[in-house]
């Protein structure tokens, strides 16, 4: 597929996941909540991700859809003050959890490029009364925010669904102040996928088939200007990838990562 095929495929399968048409990233609200597998529930789902209560309840009813595949704010040590610049922002789960850390004195900005899920985010946040954070549409590979105007980026398993990676790592690059840094959680591919897997679309858009490897992204990163560049495979995601698209053996080509750098 090209790039525009691809992206379109990613906002429609989402928008659906948005207002309840489906509740997963490749199949049917009937039978799955989550990617292709059964349907989990998604506070359990978040708590594998290594999120707590505490997480869930702050971020209030209605922004935790089962998506992702960790929690990038563990990485992000975000202080008071600072300006949060998140990737893919969805229903705004993350951006929420952001805006509690930066306080009134801060800022987060949720950028995606789905109506229907800037529409459920913004609701939402009207729902917490958070003036902190607002939410604009946009694709990642190009984002509708300044030069040198974030101290942190960050992003839950959406990088890989970009046919455009190292555009993506070099537009945060462009947004982040000198100093500021990138906290991401992704998925990363550990061998090719057997072409049956391959070209399933289902796995395109449930975030296994568009994943990079480790050395592709460390390229980008650096090739975009990054140091201290750091990314860790998590071997234990194995159980929650599984049942992304049980029976298929997806676990065994692609598993979460962490993905750190700093604008030097």
């Given amino acids: 597929m090209t790039p525009d095929q691809i992206r379109d495929l990613v906002r429609i399968r989402y928008g659906a996941i948005a207002v309840g ?10 039978t799955t909540s989550s990617c ?21 309840a702050e971020a209030g009813d209605g922004a935790n859809l089962g998506l992702g595949c960790g929690n990038p704010l563990a990485l992000a040590a975000m202080r008071p ?23 009134g004195s801060g800022r987060v900005i949720g950028v995606d490029m789905t109506h229907e899920m800037l529409a459920k985010a913004r609701a939402n946040a009207a729902k917490l009364e958070l003036g902190n954070v607002e939410f604009r549409l946009g694709e990642i590979e190009n984002l509708p925010v300044a030069d040198n105007a974030a101290d942190v980026v960050i992003s839950n398993c ?22 500021g840094r990138i906290a991401v959680s992704d998925v990363v591919m550990l061998r090719p996928l057997p072409p049956h897997l391959a070209g399933l679309k289902e796995l395109l858009t449930g975030c296994a088939a568009g994943a990079a490897t480790v050395a592709e992204l460390s390229a980008w990163l650096a090739q975009a200007g990054f140091a201290d560049i750091r990314i860790d495979p998590k071997p234990e995601s194995r159980e929650l990838i599984a049942t992304w698209a049980p029976g298929t053996g997806i676990e065994d080509y692609v598993c979460s990562a962490t993905i750190e750098a700093r604008k030097p």
């Fill in 21 to 30: 048409a489906s509740s997963s990233c490749c199949a049917p609200a009937a």
């Fill in 36 to 56: 292709c597998g059964p349907a989990p529930d998604v506070d359990t789902q978040a708590k594998r991700m290594g999120y707590g209560e505490n997480d869930l």
């Fill in 81 to 103: 003050g600072e300006v949060v610049v998140d990737l893919g922002s969805g229903a705004g789960f993350d951006a929420f959890l952001a805006a509690r850390r930066v306080g």
């Fill in 158 to 179: 959406v990088i890989n669904l970009s046919p455009a990676k190292a555009q993506v790592l070099a537009e945060a690059f462009r947004v982040l102040k000198p100093g």
